[in-house]
């Protein structure tokens, strides 16, 4: 009987240390990719966008680069990019508050959206200038939803590390400027396209069939949600919560497909926009406002999480398990099982059983935003069936390997595994920033050294 006790507590203490070894195993792991994210962080992308994006001589940030880094082109000012460098500046600065330069970024962003983009007119921020100044607008909607949220987003984040009470002033107006022109009170949501003085473009019998203009759509929605989260943490108040509960359970309940993706456009009455019934000619004709976008399926799981946990919602099995839903539908229909990366678009074409992948190019937010959201669901879910950590320790390999620029900085615009001669394309311009990439990098490195994982 004593030897019979003896050897089930051998066994016992060595399950146990083995038990041990792995958990230490597994804790290495982690740290050593955050270690080598740190490292891309630091050295491969913030390094080489700061301080030389700052324009000294008219205000803002220059955003238009070569491959290797060389400035070129007119240096159009986009709201959004601004606003992202505003936004990604001010992160940087709180999270390496030694580096003294990212906080001047961020309040160089500050100053030339509060003092050039606002128009002082009717309020609101215009979509785009010229390098100095010159508002360069499509006249037809000179102000989006989608520009206005991304100013809300960085200068609540400016606030939120400078102390500067001023950019929080300008967020709560822009916010208010929203609520008073874009904020649809009958069938919720917000219009995404304005004239200057604020009132709503509208479609008519002369808009193209391929154009969006006049729709409500899942694009400007998921970044307001993104706006009134930061919003939020800075200025909990009420109409703010109401509306960032309003964003979520649209987004979740109505804008996401019940097979688990976002449905791109919508009447203002919240009707889809959709081909499905047409010609194939048709359908492809139309894919910009119908198709299935696997990086934004992706990229709205972690948004609506990141909304919840803003608003302190107990339990949210809903939106866990819609996003759940949501990260499955893009691993199985648009995920690279041979080396990784998720693919741009696809579509469920009618009588036809599995979704079609229109384009199997991978582009570099896409990629960003998927392996921020499969460490995050693999901290939820750790012994699910689809194996995220496995498949986001693949996303990091596929992005080191094919999307970051190991020589020059930053990450090619698509994965050269797909388009190879993205090698020598254009670095930045006015829809390619750092700010998808600074904040899946900022993200996983901070849920990498997390002891238990559960990535709120």
Not at 156 to 173: E, V
Not at 322 to 340: T, Y
Request: contains cysteine; aromatic residues 16%; glycine residues 6%.
């Amino acid at each position: 009987m004593k030897t019979i006790l003896l050897f089930l507590s051998f066994l016992f203490f060595t399950d146990a240390s083995a038990q041990t070894n792995a958990i230490t195993a597994a804790k290495q792991e982690r740290f050593k990719i955050a270690a080598e994210m740190d490292y891309s962080v630091k050295k491969e992308l913030l390094n080489k966008w700061y301080p030389q994006c700052i324009d000294n001589m008219y205000g803002g940030f220059l955003t238009t680069y070569t491959y290797d880094f060389k400035p070129t082109g007119p240096q159009d000012k986009f709201i959004v990019t601004q606003a992202r460098h505003t936004w990604t500046s001010a992160k940087a600065a709180s999270l390496y508050p030694n580096i003294k330069y990212y906080m001047k970024a961020s309040a160089n962003g500050f100053h030339f959206l509060r003092d050039v983009m606002w128009d002082k007119t009717y309020g609101g921020f215009y979509n785009l200038v010229t390098r100095k100044g010159t508002d360069k607008s499509n006249p037809d909607a000179p102000k989006e939803a989608y520009g206005n949220a991304f100013a809300i987003y960085a200068l609540s984040a400016y606030y939120k590390s400078s102390g500067d009470t001023g950019a929080l002033n300008l967020a709560k107006k822009t916010f208010l400027w929203l609520e008073q022109h874009s904020h649809d009170p009958v069938y919720k949501g917000y219009y995404q396209h304005l004239k200057r003085d604020g009132s709503v473009v509208k479609r008519d019998a002369a808009t193209p069939s391929t154009a969006d203009l006049g729709y409500k759509d899942q694009n400007s929605s998921i970044h307001l949600l993104e706006a009134f989260t930061e919003l939020y943490a800075v200025w909990p108040d009420n109409l703010v919560k109401e509306r960032l509960e309003e964003m979520l359970y649209l987004i979740r309940d109505k804008i996401t497909n019940p097979k688990g993706y976002l449905t791109l456009f919508f009447t203002p009455d919240w009707v889809p926009v959709s081909f499905k019934d047409s010609s194939e000619a048709v359908i492809r004709k139309h894919t910009y406002l119908d198709h299935v976008s696997f990086g934004h399926d992706i990229e709205t799981a972690y948004l609506m999480l990141e909304a919840s946990h803003a608003l302190g919602i107990k339990n949210d099995t809903a939106t866990l398990y819609a996003g759940k839903k949501m990260v499955d539908h893009a691993l199985r229909n648009g995920w690279d099982n041979s080396i990784g990366g998720f693919y741009d678009e696809g579509y469920y074409f009618k009588n036809r059983d599995t979704i079609s992948i229109l384009l199997d190019s991978k582009n570099w937010w896409a990629q960003a935003e998927g392996m921020n959201t499969l460490l995050l669901m693999a901290d939820y879910f750790p012994n699910d069936a689809m194996q995220y950590y496995a498949k986001f320790k693949k996303q990091w390999k596929y992005i080191q390997t094919y999307l970051i620029d190991h020589v020059n900085g930053d990450w090619y615009e698509e994965g050269l595994d797909k388009e190879p001669q993205r090698k020598t394309a254009l670095k930045g311009h006015i829809w390619k920033g750092n700010y998808h990439n600074f904040r899946a990098l900022s993200n996983c490195i901070q849920r990498l050294k997390k002891v238990n994982g559960k990535g709120e």
